[in-house]
C-alpha cells in the first residue's frame, strides 16, 4: 500500500507527538491506521531534529535546520510530501505553509494565531483555492468548534470565550506588567480577577498565549470582530480552562475544557497535540464522523 507522505515543521511539543504517532502508527498502544511515512523534518534548532530522530524508528532522509540546507531548499522538497503540518511558530506559518499551499500540497497548521493577521486567512484560503489544496486547522486546545460550526451556518448571536488560568500563568504579559497587576497578591487573596474583556481580535494581540484558541474559535464561528473574550487570573484554577458559549438560532451550547499542560511545554496544552493526531486520523479513515 502506497502511504501517505508527511512532512514535519517543528520538532517540539506537538512535533514530536505527531512524529512519534506516524512513525509507529500508534498512540499509548492504541493502533492508529494511519498508513503515512514521515518524509521530512524541519525545524530551527538542529539539536531538536536530532533529540527527535533518535526516537524515531523510520528517521526520514531529509532533515533540514531552517527553510535551506546545505545546498536544498524547501521548495525542492515539496514533491516528496503530500501533506505538511506546520506545528512550529506564527512565523513559520508564513514562511512555510505559502510555498506549500502555492506547491499544491494540503497542509495542517497548528499556530493558527497567524491567521489572526489583518488578510492572512483570505490571502490563505485564496491559494488553497488556486493550487485545489485542504488546509486542516485542528480543534487544538479547544473542543466545541464542530457545534459552532452547524450552528454557523444559520444565525449566531454571540460566540463567548472565558479563559481561567492560575495567577502565575500570566508571568511575564507585558499587558499585566503595564497595567501593575500584582499576581502574587491575586494569588494570595483567592479572588479570581478579570483582566481582559473584550473581542477576539483585541485579545490576540494582548494575550498572545491566548491567540490560537481564540483565533480557531474566530475562523468556525462569527469572526474576530465578534467574538468575545474574557481572560481571568482565577486563584481556584490549577488547569488552564477554556469556557465556550454559543447562543444562536439553533438554540445554546455551552463548552468547558480543563487543560493538562504537555509533558514537555507546559504553555501548550496535552490536547492540542492528540487534535492534530485524531486530524491524521480524519484524513485517513474514510469514516469522518463529527462535522
Ligand atoms: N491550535 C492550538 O490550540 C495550539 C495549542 C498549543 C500550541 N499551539 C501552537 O503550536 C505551535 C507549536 O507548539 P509547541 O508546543 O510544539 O511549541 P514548541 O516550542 O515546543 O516547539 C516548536 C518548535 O518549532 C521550532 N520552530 C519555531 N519557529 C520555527 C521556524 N520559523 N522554522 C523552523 N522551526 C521553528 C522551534 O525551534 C521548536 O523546536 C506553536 O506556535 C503554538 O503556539 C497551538
Do not use: W
Not at 35 to 53: P, Q, T, V
Not at 83 to 107: H, N, R, Y
Amino acid at each position: 500500500m502506497m502511504l501517505f507522505r508527511v512532512g514535519v515543521i517543528g520538532c517540539g511539543a506537538i512535533g514530536s507527538e505527531i512524529c512519534k504517532a506516524i512513525d509507529t502508527d500508534s498512540f499509548e498502544g492504541r493502533t492508529l491506521g494511519l498508513n503515512m511515512r514521515l518524509s521530512f523534518l524541519i525545524d530551527k534548532h538542529k539539536e531538536k531534529i536530532e533529540n527527535l530522530c533518535e526516537q524515531l524508528k523510520h528517521p526520514p532522509a531529509i532533515k533540514m535546520c531552517g527553510s535551506t540546507a546545505k545546498d536544498v531548499r524547501f521548495d525542492e522538497i515539496l514533491h516528496e510530501v503530500d501533506l505538511v503540518i506546520e506545528c512550529a511558530s506564527q512565523s513559520a506559518v508564513k514562511e512555510f505553509v505559502i510555498p506549500a499551499l502555492e506547491a499544491g500540497k494540503d497542509v495542517m497548521i497548528l499556530s493558527v494565531g497567524a491567521l489572526a493577521e489583518e488578510g492572512m486567512l483570505e490571502r490563505i484560503e485564496k491559494i488553497a483555492r488556486e493550487h485545489r489544496c485542504d488546509v486542516y486547522i485542528p480543534s487544538g486546545a479547544i473542543a466545541g468548534l464542530d457545534g459552532l460550526k452547524s450552528a454557523a451556518v444559520s444565525e449566531i448571536y454571540e460566540v463567548r470565550l472565558t479563559t481561567r488560568k492560575p495567577p502565575a500563568g500570566f508571568e511575564g504579559n507585558r499587558f499585566v506588567k503595564e497595567k501593575g497587576i500584582d499576581l502574587a497578591a491575586v494569588q494570595k487573596e483567592g479572588k479570581p480577577l478579570v483582566l481582559f474583556e473584550g473581542v477576539a481580535a483585541d485579545a490576540c494581540r494582548i494575550f498572545p498565549e491566548n491567540v490560537n484558541v481564540a483565533a480557531s474559535l474566530s475562523i468556525a464561528g462569527i469572526g474576530a470582530r465578534k467574538t468575545k473574550v474574557r481572560v481571568i487570573a482565577d486563584p481556584r484554577v490549577r488547569e488552564n480552562t477554556h469556557e465556550i458559549e454559543v447562543r444562536g438560532a439553533f438554540g445554546s451550547l455551552c463548552v468547558r475544557v480543563e487543560n493538562v499542560p504537555s509533558p514537555t511545554n507546559p504553555k501548550t496544552s496535552h490536547l492540542a497535540a492528540l487534535s492534530a493526531i485524531a486530524t491524521l486520523k480524519r484524513i485517513s479513515h474514510p469514516l469522518k464522523v463529527g462535522t
